[in-house]
Every structure is written in C-alpha cells, then in structure tokens.
C-alpha cells in the first residue's frame, strides 16, 4: 500500500484536494472582487484618493479642514478665504513662470522629456 497521500483511493465519494483547492481559491478571489465593487460603490475610493494638491477640489477640501480646525467666524472665513485664493493665484503664477523659464534653456527632446516628468508628478 502506497504511503502518498494523494494516491489513496477516495473514502467516502469525496473531492480531489486539487478540485477542493482551485473552487476555494475561485470563491476567495470572486469574494474579494465582490468586496472592490462594493466599497467602490460606497464611494470608499474617492475618500481614500483626496483631489490633488493645488487643484479647485483640492483646495476647498483644505479650507474646510482649515476653517473647521480654526473655528473661524464667517468674517473671518471670508478673508481667510480671499487671502488664500491670493495664495493660490501667485502659486500658479510663479510655476507657470518657472516652467517657461526652464523650458526656454531645454532642447527640444529634453522639454517632451520634461512634459512627461510634470505629467508624471501630477499623477501621483
């Protein structure tokens, strides 16, 4: 008699451990796709992956924290508000510069080389 688990005969009419193994591994990733769906319908991924930085979205979600954290006054909330879309305006101004300055001294195979790096950086 064979000592190799897998040449014995069956008892009982049971299932092949390679039968029994594939369906539970089957069932364990359909569960696991059926839990993505899920939480991706319960919006669970847009919180995970808040707007850029420096984005309109972005930043509305910043200054709701910032006005929350601060506990400011409506007054208030509204200079503090003027005062970081000056912000914010000079932020966009100063890398839209800085970009053509370096732009201006690349060649044209380093600045598409530069276009993807920025593209780049703001997938992340």
């Known amino acids: 008699m064979s000592t190799n688990l897998l040449e014995r005969p069956r008892l009982h009419g049971g299932w092949d451990p390679r039968i029994a193994a594939t369906v539970a591994l089957a069932l364990v990733f359909l569960c696991g796709a059926a839990a993505g769906a ?4 319960l919006g669970v991924h847009t919180r995970l992956h808040q707007p ?3 984005t309109a979205a972005g930043n509305a979600i910043n200054f709701e924290r910032v006005q929350k954290e601060l506990d ?5 909330t ?3 508000q003027s005062i970081l879309n000056d912000m914010w305006q000079y932020y966009r101004t100063v890398l839209s510069d800085s970009k053509a300055r370096v732009e201006q001294v690349l060649t044209p195979e380093q600045r598409q080389k530069f276009e993807r790096l920025l593209q780049q950086q703001q997938q992340k």
């Open 52 to 54: 850029a930085f420096g």
């Open 72 to 76: 400011l006054t409506p007054a208030q």
């Open 38 to 41: 899920l939480a991706m319908n």
């Open 78 to 80: 509204e200079q503090v």
